[in-house]
C-alpha cells in the first residue's frame, strides 16, 4: 500500500467547484474525476469524510440578503449542500466506492441522521462519509462545519479545495503583486483577514489544532498530491517553523 502524509482527512468542496465552467448546478464529468480521485485515496487506505457547499445552488446569505429572514435563506442552502452530497454520494458508488450521507438536518428518508460514533464506524470500515446540511444551524458557514467534522472524528488535515490554488497576500484577481503563501500561521490568517476560511472556521481549526491545507480543485489531482505529502496549495497551521 501507497505510504501517505495523512491516514484520515476531511476534504471540503465548494459547491462551485461542482458546478465546473457551468458556474451553476452540477457538472457530473467534474464531479465523475473528483470521485475517481476519492477512489484513489480509499485504495491508498487513507479515510475520507467529505463536506460539501452549495454555493453552486444558493448561498443563504448572499442569495437572500435583504429578501428573506436570514434563518430561512440558511435552511435553504443546508438543502443546497444535501442535495449536491447526494450527487456526489451516486457518482462515488458508480466508482465502486460505498459511500454514505449524513445530514445535520433530519432527511431519515435519504440520508442517515449525522451520529459521530457512526460516521467513525464508517471510516473505519473503508466507507467514505458525507456530511451534509453543514452543521445543521444558520449563521454558520460550510467551511465551519468541515472543521467541526473535522474535530469530531479526529481527522488529520483538511483538505480545502477551492477555485484558488493558495492563499494570497490579496486577492490575485485584482493585484497582481499578490503574494502566494506556502505557509502561513492561524495568526496570521485572521489578523490580515485572508480569505481562507471565516473567522469562525479559522478559529476553530487553530483552537483544535488541526491544519488545513488549501488548493486548487481545478486538478482533483491535487488531492492525491496532498495526501502524499507534495508541496501543492497553502498549508495553514499553528507554527510554521514545524
Request: a neutral charge.
Amino acid at each position: 500500500m501507497e505510504e501517505v502524509k495523512y491516514k484520515r482527512v476531511l476534504l471540503k468542496i465548494s459547491g462551485e467547484a461542482l458546478a465546473g465552467d457551468k458556474h451553476f448546478g452540477l457538472d457530473f464529468e467534474m464531479i465523475g474525476k473528483v470521485a475517481g480521485v476519492i477512489k484513489k485515496a480509499v485504495d491508498m487506505g487513507v479515510q475520507v469524510g467529505v463536506v460539501i457547499g452549495a454555493g453552486n445552488f444558493w448561498r443563504g446569505a448572499k442569495d437572500g440578503g435583504g429578501r428573506m429572514e436570514r434563518t430561512r435563506a440558511d435552511h435553504m442552502g443546508m438543502l443546497g449542500t444535501a442535495m449536491n452530497c447526494l450527487a456526489v454520494a451516486d457518482v462515488l458508488e458508480q466508482h465502486g466506492v460505498p459511500a454514505r450521507v449524513q445530514t445535520a438536518l433530519e432527511i431519515r428518508a435519504v440520508a442517515e441522521p449525522y451520529v459521530r460514533g457512526r460516521a467513525i464506524h464508517h471510516l473505519e470500515k473503508g466507507r467514505v462519509v458525507i456530511f451534509g446540511c453543514g452543521t445543521g444551524n444558520p449563521f454558520f458557514s460550510t467551511d465551519t462545519a468541515a472543521v467541526l467534522r473535522a474535530a469530531e472524528i479526529g481527522a488529520d488535515v483538511i483538505l480545502l479545495a477551492k477555485n484558488v490554488d493558495g492563499v494570497y497576500s490579496a486577492d490575485p484577481a485584482k493585484n497582481p503583486d499578490a503574494v502566494k503563501y506556502d505557509v502561513i500561521t492561524y495568526d496570521e490568517v485572521l489578523a490580515q483577514r485572508l480569505a481562507v476560511m471565516d473567522s469562525t472556521a479559522s478559529s476553530l481549526a487553530m483552537d483544535n489544532h488541526i491544519p488545513v491545507l488549501l488548493f486548487a480543485l481545478k486538478d482533483p489531482e491535487n488531492i492525491i498530491r496532498a495526501l502524499r505529502g507534495e508541496k501543492i496549495g497553502t498549508i495553514v497551521k499553528e507554527d510554521t517553523t514545524k
